[in-house]
């Protein structure tokens, strides 16, 4: 995602389709309980915990990208789910862990004795505001059904959610919708004005997490099938109202004292935009910022942590992430299709640098799940640190005197020190590495573009706590397609059907395992060289009471509060 080098990328509608007919085509139509780290059918809990301060005063946050998109049918990318979380509501919420909550639903859903059917009742009374804040209208069924049939819609403009289609496609109907066939699933169903219906295809417990997501927000019914139309007056549940946005510069948001949950322990919020990570860090010292939204830079790290004045105010998160280095592995006549150089690759990478170049944040990544992902597994080490394993390797793929390739990432400091480091590695096996540093948005467009960028350095951040996605989204045949976020062009179909058939198994413990060996058919592929596991590090002004970093979301700015 973006100022992260986090990897949230468009699946086109093809690949929408493919995913589709693999689902479809599960060998066990069984129950895929999600493993998220358990569920709860209590309220939201208040955001109390943290020290009241002036709870009518501003809050303000920093991030090196700009919002992307305001309307959530589109919106995939790290700031704008910070913007979207302040305006928008979901069925589902998270508690302060990866736990499920009722959100915009009265209470957990009852669910059919065949897994299919899951139905919510809704919260009374709670209602839509615009950007004055003032109140427009209930919300109701009508407008859950919409919302999702929105996001499915290909007549959505000035174009559809090239995401959350691949989400939602469980539904039963949602082909025909895709398809254009329809405007509504029938799988969606409002009942009465408090009750929803939502049918799938075949069950899948994902939709829990899936309704979580902001892609998973609700909207007016009246809402307009233009997102730049929406875009300009967003209108949400959520605890806060967008009082202004200059786009480049700021968007501030006032807090809605009509919200239904918990009000927020502050009055609002100041999200600035396009702030370099060393300004962010200066800012939040000098009492100028408050919250960093982008982590530590690695210059500035080893003084920053160890600044006794700054005792208390750094904050930290284990990521659910991974970065890796994706190779093409399908682009013609390029040697990154031999599986034995991308092998080499592999055993050529120091990890241990890359991580001491990161300040030992986070670790070295052997394999695709990271440590907080359900299905993590230590043992899962296919490839050591050895240079002359790398070219014997070489050698075996005939490419003894090397050849010359090309490396992008983004343009911030880590990653720039990442990529020389890998440079430098690969050098000892005599390839040569050009690297091309770009913009975000300019990177997007080259590794979405078939067999552009032979390497790639990036990331990739959950989207909700569960294993396959770390695999659907990334590694399967039907992102391997212009606008997905396969960058590695990786497509394995006997892999496709594995990843399926785990979708359809009831027992967790046998579908975590499943997962384990998916990693592993995939690493003896080499499609990655996984290079580490992350922790975000953040600094907060003296004013600040209350930790606002996430493991799902992943800030959460209702939290905070500030005092003079």
């Known amino acids: ?333 390029s040697p990154l299709s031999d599986v034995k150089v991308r092998q080499a690759f592999n055993h050529a990478v120091d990890k241990a640098n890359l991580v001491r170049i990161a300040n030992g944040r986070g670790g070295a990544a052997d394999c695709i799940l990271p440590p907080a992902m359900p299905g993590h597994d230590p043992s899962c080490k296919p490839y050591t640190f050895d240079a002359a394993k790398a070219s014997a390797l070489m050698a075996e793929a005939g490419r003894t005197d090397g050849f010359s390739t090309k490396l992008y990432t983004d343009t911030t400091d880590l990653s720039k020190a990442w990529a020389e480091s890998i440079q430098a590695d690969l050098a000892k096996i005599n390839v040569e590495v050009e690297l091309v540093l770009q913009d975000w948005d300019v990177l997007l467009g080259t590794i979405t573009t078939p067999h552009e960028a032979p390497m790639v350095l990036i990331g990739w951040f959950q989207d909700f706590p569960d294993p396959s996605d770390f695999i659907d989204p990334v590694l399967s045949c039907g992102t391997a397609v212009a606008g997905g976020a396969n960058s590695a062009w990786y497509c394995n179909e006997e892999i496709d059907g594995m990843a399926a058939a785990a979708l359809g198994e009831s027992d967790d413990a046998k579908r975590l395992a499943m997962y384990q060996d998916i990693q592993k058919r995939i690493m003896a592929d080499a499609p990655w060289v996984p290079t580490t596991f992350s922790e975000t590090v953040e600094v907060v002004s003296a004013r600040v009471s209350g930790t606002y970093l996430h493991p799902v979301y992943p800030y959460d700015l209702r939290v905070i509060s500030v005092g003079e």
């Open 1 to 333: 995602m973006e100022a992260r080098r986090e990897h949230r990328l468009g699946l086109t509608l093809a690949s929408v389709l493919v995913l589709i007919a693999a689902a479809c085509g599960a060998a066990t139509p069984s129950a895929a309980p999600s493993v998220d780290g358990g569920s709860s059918t209590a309220p939201e809990p208040a955001p109390s915990a943290a020290p009241a301060g002036d709870l009518n005063g501003t809050v303000s946050i920093a991030f090196v990208g700009d919002i992307q998109y305001w309307d959530p049918a589109l919106a995939y990318d790290t700031v704008s789910w910070a913007g979207g979380r302040l305006l928008f509501d979901q069925l589902l919420h998270y508690d302060s862990g990866t736990g499920l909550i009722p959100g915009l639903a009265a209470e957990m859903p009852s669910v059919s004795a065949d897994g299919l059917t899951y139905t919510f009742k809704l919260r009374d009374g709670v209602m839509f505001h615009g950007a004055d804040g003032a109140e427009i209208g209930q919300m109701t069924a009508d407008d859950v059904v919409f919302s999702i049939n929105r996001i499915l819609r290909q007549d959505l403009k000035p174009n559809p959610s090239p995401v959350g289609p691949a989400f939602f496609s469980i539904i039963a109907g949602a082909d025909k919708v895709l398809g254009g066939a329809n405007e509504t699933a029938s799988g969606l169903r409002a009942i009465d004005p408090l009750t929803v219906e939502i049918e799938l295809t075949k069950p899948d417990k994902r939709i829990l997490n899936i309704l979580a997501m902001g892609f998973g927000s609700v909207i007016p019914k009246e809402s307009p099938m233009d997102a730049t139309a929406f875009a300009k007056s967003p209108v949400g549940t959520g605890p806060y109202h967008l009082e202004e946005y200059t786009q480049g510069q700021k968007a501030v948001f006032v807090r809605n004292d009509s919200y239904w949950g918990d009000r927020p322990l502050n009055g609002g919020v100041e999200m600035r935009v396009n702030v370099d990570d060393q300004t962010q860090l200066q800012q939040a010292i000098a009492g100028q910022l408050d919250l960093m939204g982008d982590p530590v830079p690695p210059g500035a790290f080893t003084a920053t942590v160890n600044d006794p004045s700054l005792q208390g105010r750094i904050h930290r998160r284990i990521d659910v992430a991974v970065f890796y280095l994706a190779m093409d592995t399908s682009a013609p006549d």
